[in-house]
């Protein structure tokens, strides 16, 4: 037995330069991958969306939020996939700034979290369609604070392919919990979008009140649109600069259900 484990692969030890290379090529060489969701367009009240962009994110001309929630066919496992985000600018760039997103995979945390600083939870993501309707719905805590349902009203022009920013802010708690352990950075992410099949909704959007996630203080005010349909997109973000630590510590909550959960610290191995 000690023989043989004398020649086993560690798992844990380090990488060859090769396999992480492999790593990487893999990653670039995934096809398209589609999703099927809804996607939610409303007016709210721009007081609401100032009061939630940390600087130096500011509001465009439009006060409008934007929800999607999608199933994504991921190869091996299925996940759902929801977005609430608000319309920012940075400077001349227009894109939305996501509050919460939540997803039905810890998979699917790791890369957006740690890399891009999108602040994604785990949750409950759900799009149903029957013959004439579609209900799409995201959840966390046993609560579904956005639900989306109406009736499937016919096909829609394809869009051309389109480009959307998106703004994160990427940062690490401090040790001690007195901030940051270094200067947050504000990301850019750019997704390239393709659409193969759209489709007109006529319905609402419920949401429903929830201390963890407290989209309620964006009302539907006037629905600009919802859709349902399938597209694919890639993405590649940059940092565009470092941020002022003491200006985004007031918004931090914004990324926990309880900003203390950063200073948890729970007994090993437990």
């Known amino acids: ?48 969306v100032a009061a939630v962009l ?32 608000v319309a920012a600018a940075h400077g001349t760039a227009e894109g939305w700034y996501p509050l919460v997103m939540p997803m039905t995979q810890e998979r699917a945390l790791t890369g957006g979290r740690e890399v891009f600083g999108e602040p994604k939870k785990l949750g409950e993501v759900t799009v149903e369609r029957d013959d004439g309707g579609v209900r799409a719905v995201l959840a966390r805590h046993g609560i579904a604070f956005v639900e989306v349902r109406g009736t499937v009203g016919g096909e829609l022009p394809l869009p051309e ?6 703004f994160y802010f990427k940062f690490l708690p401090a040790v001690d919990g007195s901030g940051f352990d270094a200067d947050p950075v504000l990301v850019h992410c750019v997704r390239h979008e393709k659409v193969r099949r759209l ?32 597209k694919t997109s890639d993405q590649s973000g940059r940092v565009v600069e470092r941020v002022d630590a003491q200006a985004l510590l007031p918004y931090v909550h914004q990324r926990y259900d309880d900003p203390l959960q950063i200073l948890d610290a729970p007994p090993e191995g437990s």
């Not at 319905?203 to 201390?211: N, P, W």
């Open 1 to 48: 037995m000690a023989r043989a484990r004398e020649h086993a692969r560690v798992r844990y030890g380090a990488r060859t330069e090769r396999e992480i290379a492999a790593t990487r090529t893999a990653g670039a060489r995934l096809a398209d991958i589609w999703s099927t969701g809804v996607v939610a367009v409303w007016e709210t009240d721009p007081d609401a």
């Open 54 to 85: 940390p600087p130096p994110l500011k509001p465009t001309g439009s006060p409008l939020v934007r929800v999607t929630i999608s199933k994504v066919d991921l190869p091996g496992y299925p996940l759902g996939a929801g977005s609430f985000a």
């Open 161 to 166: 392919p389109s480009r959307r920013t998106d």
């Open 199 to 230: 489709e007109r909704v006529t319905g609402e959007v419920v949401l429903r009140e929830s201390a963890y996630d407290p989209v309620a203080d964006l009302p539907v005010l006037r629905l600009r649109e919802i859709t349902l349909g399938e």
